[in-house]
């Protein structure tokens, strides 16, 4: 399929004979821009979800100048635009509630613009989805381009050997050694300088890792590039690919409709598993598909971790940093390592086919990319489980779970609130033991609201002193991919909209089976049905703007979290021109 000039979108814009294309030509020159210059060249956007408050992107400025660079020498004409930039760890109360914000954003800067192609630039956690979710629904011709993983960083203590340390996995780990009294508080304050090294994303294979390697897996990013540190002078050269990739794809018309399949999102699924990835990574991918219009869902991704080992040794699940994935060949050597799970005929962006991209790419480390018969965790990354707890499903990061909690049963000690959950955990009188379930609700999408990452319950304070670093921990959350422990999230339907987790009450037992797959509230029926008709919603925290928007049309945790008037296919709307 070959495009020609008269074919292109933007001309609807710039070739316009009347007094609107005339305007249009006039306004671009009045930038200083030759008319010619958008006349005869295909119109790029380069979305970039830079700010001066998101960390993980400081470099993608100057990296949307490279994209433009190959944009150019490719005949493309690039334009800048920026996107809400959603800085994992700065915004408020979570970046999950402004997830389907920047994908209107885009969806609409794309629709409304005279584009005929899009370079995405992202990376950290929400920014991926976001931007994807808006760029499906448009469904022009689409390119993803990493912020690429912060550089490793190291610590040595007197007397340890010095040992990798990454983004948010060990600010957990330090944090509990600290309630714990085990680092002094002049080391805690050293500490703040630790961890993140560089600009780029975390380090281990948290959320941001776990979704630009998903889509690689998609098709929809160039082979290898999700894994390149964000200050190599490779990203450099990659984000001129990238430009000069987008150019070709708009003649060749490969845009995401072409290329997204039930079988490319079969592959990103075995590449969840096989990373160890994010539990978060459930709720976006099936976001992703929806709009796409592939059905996916919670059993689906059940299926693929029971299926498809865990590969790559990294934290939280093992013990390397991404730096290490890459030099150890990255996804494509993960992907050829699992070949057998892989639909390999899909279409990706570099116009071959996922199997054609991935020919010859070996493991260089197998220390890092473990072989399949020495996996990091043959348990899998990711298990759904069910029940009268979660009739809709709950997820729990198996991989990155104590396994003598795959089957435990435990009274439960309720939190209604991240407030009475941290006050209460720092209470040295608090009745709580290793074998207790701590239960947090009203964190989920409609409840908190926009589910944040709280459901890696804090454990209880005097616990930490006894040296317990796990517990069964259940609640209607996500948590950081970055973070470990026996928690069990995402559980559907969420307390705030009248799920069971809204009826358990302290002292209660629940129990969990993971090779069962089950979630169990050993509550009779009759007694449920009497707490259910006694229970009163909580009272919605907004009257008013995208938070009211938010809570009025948010799907559940496993539908994806996406407003319920931005799901299915896409089905383009051009805007008149008048
Ligand atoms: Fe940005 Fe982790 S905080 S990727």
Request: net charge neutral; proline share 6%.
């Amino acid at each position: 399929m070959h495009r020609t000039l008269s074919d292109l979108r933007s001309r609807r814009w710039f070739a316009d004979a009347g007094m609107r294309g005339f305007a249009h030509r006039q306004r671009i020159q009045q930038m200083g821009l030759r008319r010619e210059d958008v006349l005869d060249r295909p119109i790029v956007a380069i979305i970039n979800t830079w700010s001066d408050l998101s960390p993980c992107h400081a470099h993608l400025r100057e990296r949307a100048e490279s994209v433009k660079r190959g944009v150019l020498l490719a005949g493309g004409m690039p334009f800048e635009l920026p996107a809400m930039s959603l800085g994992e760890v700065m915004v408020k109360p979570t970046t999950m509630l402004y997830r389907n914000f920047l994908a209107m954003e885009v969806e609409e800067l794309l629709r409304s613009l005279p584009i005929d192609g899009a370079v995405l630039l992202a990376g950290c956690d929400k920014t991926t989805p976001g931007t994807l979710m808006g760029a499906i629904s448009t469904d022009l011709p689409t390119l993803f381009f990493a912020a690429g993983p912060m550089l490793s960083d190291r610590l040595q203590r007197r007397g340890e050997p010095a040992r990798a340390i990454g983004a948010g996995t060990h600010t957990r780990m330090f944090w509990d050694e600290y309630q714990a009294g085990r680092i002094a508080p002049d080391e805690w304050v050293g500490l703040e300088a630790k961890m993140t090294r560089a600009p780029g994303t975390c380090n281990v294979m948290g959320t941001a890792s776990t979704l630009t390697s998903m889509v690689e897996a998609l098709g929809l990013a160039l082979p290898g590039s999700t894994s390149v540190p964000a200050m190599d002078a490779g990203h450099t050269r990659i984000a001129a690919d990238a430009g000069e990739r987008i150019v070709q794809m708009i003649w060749e018309d490969l845009k995401p409709s072409r290329l997204l399949t039930a079988g490319s999102f079969r592959n990103a699924a075995a590449v969840q598993m096989a990373l160890g990835g994010s539990t978060n990574a459930a709720v976006h991918l099936i976001a992703l598909a929806r709009r796409a219009g592939v059905t996916l869902t919670l059993d689906d991704l059940d299926r693929a971790g029971r299926d498809v080992p865990v590969l790559a040794n990294l934290f939280p699940s093992g013990d390397r940093l991404m730096e290490d994935f890459h030099y150890a060949g990255g996804m494509p050597a993960l992907l050829n390592r699992i070949r057998p799970h892989l639909c390999l005929g899909e279409l990706t962006v570099t116009g071959r086919t996922l199997g054609e991209n991935i020919a010859g790419r070996e493991s260089l480390d197998d220390e890092v990319i473990r072989p399949v018969d020495r996996p990091v965790s043959a348990s899998g990354a990711l298990a759904v489980l069910k029940g009268n707890l979660a009739p809709d499903g709950a997820v729990i990061k198996a991989s990155a779970a104590s396994p003598k909690y795959f089957r435990h049963r435990g009274r439960a000690l309720v939190f209604d609130s991240p407030a009475e959950m941290n006050a209460r955990c720092a209470d040295p009188e608090l009745d709580v033991d290793e074998d207790t379930v701590l239960v947090l609700r009203n964190a989920g999408p409609v409840g908190a609201p926009g589910m944040p990452e709280w459901g890696g319950l804090p454990i209880p304070k005097k616990l930490l002193q006894r040296g317990v670093r796990d517990m069964v921990r259940i609640s209607d959350a996500r948590m950081s991919g970055t973070h470990y422990g026996s928690c069990i999230l995402h559980v559907s339907p969420e307390a705030a909209i009248g799920g069971p987790l809204a009826l358990v009450e302290s002292g209660d037992e629940i129990s969990l089976d993971v090779e069962a797959r089950t979630l169990t509230l050993h509550v009779d029926e009759a007694q449920l049905a009497a707490r259910r008709a006694a229970w009163k919603a909580p009272q919605r925290q907004a009257p008013r703007g995208y938070t009211r928007l938010y809570q009025d049309h948010v799907t559940q945790a496993h539908e994806g979290c996406d407003f319920d008037f931005l799901q299915g296919p896409p089905t383009t709307t051009e805007p008149v021109i008048f």
